[in-house]
């Protein structure tokens, strides 16, 4: 499982394979593209979606830096309880440390989607982004998050759908060969347009859905980009020559402001029968 305070930095960048050295890396990636307006947007109207009130119990999965637990802990109030749940203890670390310094009753626990250490029908809402692109059992993700919300309980999943990306400027094949590469090594590149059926298999009702096209700007794309070169040269999809006029052609991309990297996230409100 993978945290879900990762703006699309690539599914390269997982965070439970993430070692304590490339923390402080990765939570200035995530902390830079947290402030990108497309991923402002989708949280805000996740939020707004979801509708957690005062005195609920709100779990969000894949809790990275702790930011929207905390904007849980806002709405529950001290009657209610939010709660983050990573597979990486250093990311709850960090996640504690930002919620002390805030004075914020967010609560951080490590653990997988696919145990989580909650009773049935325990949670009132549940928030998980961009975790589904990481998992091998997306069906058996979505049947412990109803495991523990209770009937009526509401989910908002959020994922990326690898397959819209775009990239400008670039050789179209080279930039093809290294988009093959990214979804050959990603369990679930499409995930944003399989969330709605897998909600309907474990038996909820869907109420909403969105959509936003997260537009990356240089410094918040360029470490996937890294990441995405460098597995395509090491697969052989590209040789190391088409790498280096791929960069030469981005950088002057970047450069004169002539320039598109995106990709698309889809997100589903769903509620417990």
């Known amino acids: 499982m993978a945290h879900g305070d990762t703006?699309?930095?690539g599914p390269s960048f997982h965070a439970e394979h993430v070692d304590s050295g490339q923390i402080d890396m990765l939570v200035a990636i995530l902390d830079v593209q947290a402030r990108l307006p497309s991923i402002q947007r989708i949280r805000r109207w996740a939020h707004e979606a979801l509708a957690v009130t005062a005195?609920?119990?709100?779990?969000?999965?894949?809790?990275?830096?702790?930011?929207?637990?905390?904007?849980?802990a806002e709405r529950v109030g001290p009657d209610g309880e939010a709660v983050g749940i990573d597979p990486n203890p250093a990311m709850v670390d960090v996640a504690e440390q930002r919620a002390e310094a805030a004075g914020s009753r967010a609560r951080y626990l490590g653990g997988s989607v696919y145990q989580l250490p909650f009773p049935d029908g325990y949670f009132d809402a549940i928030r998980c982004e961009r975790v589904y692109q990481h998992l091998d059992d997306?069906?058996?993700?979505?049947?412990?998050?109803?495991?523990?919300?209770?009937?009526?309980?509401?989910?908002?999943?959020i994922d990326s759908d690898w397959h819209t990306a775009i990239t400008h400027?670039?050789?179209?094949?080279?930039?093809?060969?290294?988009?093959?590469?990214l979804l050959a090594n990603t369990p679930n590149p499409a995930s944003g347009r399989r969330l709605r059926g897998l909600l309907v298999a474990a038996d909820f009702e869907i109420d909403d859905m969105g959509s936003e096209a997260v537009i990356w700007d240089p410094g918040s794309a360029l470490p996937l980009y890294g990441e995405m070169t460098a597995r395509a040269v090491?697969?052989?999809?590209?040789?190391?020559?088409?790498?280096?006029?791929f960069r030469?052609?981005?950088d002057a991309g970047i450069a004169a402001g002539d320039y598109h990297l995106s990709v698309t996230m889809f997100a589903v409100l769903a509620h417990k029968r």
Request: charged share 20%; proline share 7%; hydrophobic share 45%.
């Open 234 to 245: 090491a697969a052989g999809a590209i040789t190391a020559a088409q790498h280096d006029q």
């Open 248 to 250: 030469a052609d981005l």
């Open 138 to 157: 997306p069906a058996a993700a979505t049947a412990e998050i109803a495991r523990v919300l209770r009937p009526g309980g509401r989910v908002l999943l």
């Open 169 to 181: 400027p670039g050789d179209p094949a080279v930039v093809g060969a290294m988009s093959e590469t």
């Open 7 to 9: 703006p699309d930095i």
């Open 55 to 72: 005195g609920e119990r709100a779990l969000d999965i894949g809790s990275g830096t702790g930011s929207e637990v905390m904007a849980f």
